[in-house]
């Protein structure tokens, strides 16, 4: 009996190491369901990169991120910026970069991406006049295939980021659909912002089984309660809150974005109370079920 309970502590104590072990390798925001990978995008932190990246790198690394999404340097050369990321063992998987550079230096913006470590390159705003329309979208479409093609000539991934205005309502569907019928899936990925697809009145669900593999990459980012959107790719910075309080089913997107194969998802918090919501967010996602 003294053997088979000695036994019996021993297989207890091996089991309890055993499960703290795998919640110590589990990735910081993923749980029983949501698995990812996830990354932060940087800009949500925007504010102290520009007086002290150091500091804020060693922010980004204290929550929990190994990956991260970049929109800019922040005064630091591309070579410069990847040392510190590498000392805090944070690795950049997507870049953002204005459309104009894609068109007028795609050597040097590649170059950029390739010493930053990035696989994917992409856009979040492209340049129009409002009211987006038809033939600003197929000019849109037109660009990015060039800069797409540039892109995969020099080993990288081009993506476009939504914004909200690519939804005008066009012929049985929206702007966004004729973006996507006009782009060639090989060249062009899509990055689903989900902010900027429940703003404009999408569902983003649907989105997502619409489009399937041509989402490869996401932003997470929920709208408040109660904020009734548009067509202008804008609002307030205070209208972002902790994942699972807005008006996004979560639960349902993601089951669906994993069905799908999105492979990247970054959380985006772009609120003045970002450092406050990320933790939060990130313990949203390590408990949500579906």
Not at 111 to 123: E, H, P
Not at 153 to 164: A, I, P
Not at 256 to 278: H, L, M, N
Request: glycine share 10%; aromatic share 12%.
């Amino acid at each position: 009996m003294k053997d088979m309970k000695t036994l019996t502590i021993v297989w207890l104590c091996g089991t309890v190491a055993a499960f703290a072990a795998a919640a110590e390798q589990r990735a910081v925001g993923t749980g029983p369901s949501f698995a990812g990978p996830l990354g932060l995008q940087l800009y949500s932190l925007r504010d102290g990169f520009k007086s002290d990246v150091d500091k804020t790198l060693d922010e980004v690394k204290a929550f929990g991120f190994r990956y991260v999404e970049l929109a800019g340097t922040y005064g630091l050369s591309a070579e410069e910026f990847r040392t510190k990321l590498d000392a805090r063992g944070l690795v950049a998987i997507a870049g953002l970069f204005p459309m104009e550079r894609y068109l007028k230096d795609p050597d040097g913006l590649a170059r950029d991406a390739k010493t930053l470590g990035l696989q994917y390159v992409g856009v979040a705003w492209y340049p129009h006049q409002p009211p987006f329309d038809e033939a600003q979208c197929r000019k849109m479409a037109a660009d990015f295939n060039a800069a797409g093609r540039a892109m995969a000539e020099r080993g990288l991934k081009f993506f476009y980021h939504n914004h909200g205005y690519e939804f005008h309502p066009w012929k049985e569907g929206t702007l966004f659909d004729l973006l996507a019928s006009e782009t060639d899936p090989n060249l062009v990925a899509f990055e689903m912002d989900v902010l900027w697809t429940v703003f404009p009145g999408q569902d983003p669900v649907a989105l997502l089984r619409k489009y399937g593999r041509r989402w490869e990459l996401m932003h997470l980012k929920d709208l408040r309660e109660g904020v009734t959107g548009d067509l202008s790719g804008k609002t307030s910075v205070t209208n972002g809150v902790v994942l699972g309080t807005g008006q996004t089913d979560f639960a349902a997107l993601l089951k669906t974005a994993q069905e799908v194969g999105v492979r990247w998802y970054f959380i985006e918090d772009e609120s003045p109370t970002a450092r406050e919501q990320i933790p939060a967010s990130l313990r949203f996602l390590e408990q949500l079920r579906w």
